[in-house]
């Protein structure tokens, strides 16, 4: 009986491997959870008080009239949109396919 100790890790192995299973479980919801929050504050974020009334833009009057554009607020609004849809998907999408050579 001989053993191939210099043989690459296969999938077989990999996937019992319960310690890297539990990492990429935690490593997924901790982006989940980045992607929704991150989504959910630039979607609100542009058109809340915070973004009206700050220090930048009583400092910077031209940058008021930047920040106040609705198209720029729509596009950073459509960012958060993505974050969020990324966050989604990253839930729905709870184990990748692994794809066997015969």
Known sequence: MTTDRGAVASLAIISHNRKLNMFNRIL???LLLLWLE?????ILMPWSEVWDVNYFMYQY?????FAMNPYLRGMISGLGVLNVLFALEAFRRRTATVVTRT
Do not use: F, T, W
């Not at 991150?38 to 630039?42: F, S």
């Open 28 to 30: 997924r919801v901790i």
């Open 61 to 65: 009057p031209g940058l008021a009239l």
């Open 38 to 42: 991150l989504g959910l504050l630039l």
